[in-house]
């Protein structure tokens, strides 16, 4: 059942914990504890949002689900970011399929709460755009990633994402559920894994996988979970220091590039 917060606990969420003061003061009385479970399902595909979900330890999977029912995974969000601030900034329905990816807390806020303090204040308008373009940029990378590299690469930067979120190196997935996540088919999954494991990068064993070499991991994926990575690390920044180095090019329409 849900119960009411105390502030130690509340800011283990680095989106939360980045809200201006007089925001985190109306949103903490109303924010709720929620414990998932693997495989529970947050919201279907064009369901309707009553709350966003701040992970502290659980990692949610956002799916996209295909017309015969086959879904694959787009994005995951973990103790950095949350599910729900698209339905706060915008509308209440949910695009896409949300499935708990690991287990563990969770913290919930009235979806109406949310859209207050985004129209009110413009240092959340800030934030939660900036997040929502950081989501949406791993989106982008992930139908690249995809589309492009092998399925030994792919699982090698989804563990890594995984291991970054978990906090731990003891995973609990199966190659069913990896072929699932990953739009690949079983005999692939089980291959890459047996030659991951054959490599020293990973062990297996009943279900649960363990990360060996992090080093030689990173190595032997592919550039999306570097990139994806640091448009992460850096979301929380103000939007000058973000905006250093990456703004070449881009000028208004009939403005000088020499300027």
Request: aromatic share 6%.
């Given at each position: 059942?849900?119960?009411?917060q ?10 939360l ?52 029912g ?5 994005a ?10 698209f ?55 992930t ?15 989804w ?32 291959l ?41 690390d ?26």
């Open positions: 059942m849900p119960k009411a105390t502030d130690h606990e509340v800011w283990t969420n680095q989106l914990g980045a809200l201006e003061p007089a925001s985190r003061k109306r949103i903490d009385p109303h924010l709720e504890a929620v414990e998932f479970t693997l495989g529970e399902m947050v919201c279907d595909a064009g369901g309707l949002l009553k709350h966003a979900y701040f992970p502290q330890g659980s990692v949610l999977s956002l799916l996209t689900v295909l017309e015969n086959a879904a694959i995974e787009t995951n969000i973990g103790r950095e970011g949350a599910f729900g601030l339905a706060a900034m915008y509308s209440r329905v949910s695009f896409n399929r949300c499935l708990v990816q690991l287990e563990g807390h969770a913290v919930r806020c009235p979806i109406q709460l949310l859209q207050y303090e985004f129209k009110k204040s413009e240092h959340v308008r800030d934030l939660f755009v900036s997040y929502s373009e950081t989501l949406l940029s791993q989106i982008q990378q139908v690249a990633c995809n589309a492009m590299h092998t399925t030994e690469e792919r699982m090698c930067r563990l890594l994402m995984m291991h970054d979120r978990a906090g731990k190196e003891a995973l609990p997935y199966t190659h069913e559920f990896l072929s699932h996540i990953l739009g690949a088919n079983r005999k692939s999954v089980t890459a894994a047996q030659s991951m494991q054959n490599a020293g990068l990973i062990s297996y064993h009943r279900g649960r996988m363990q990360v060996l070499d992090r080093a030689g991991l990173e190595k032997a994926s592919c550039e999306c979970y570097a990139v994806v990575k640091q448009r992460f850096a979301f929380l920044k103000p939007p000058a220091t973000a905006a250093q180095g990456h703004n070449r090019g881009r000028h208004k329409s009939g403005a000088d590039p020499t300027d």
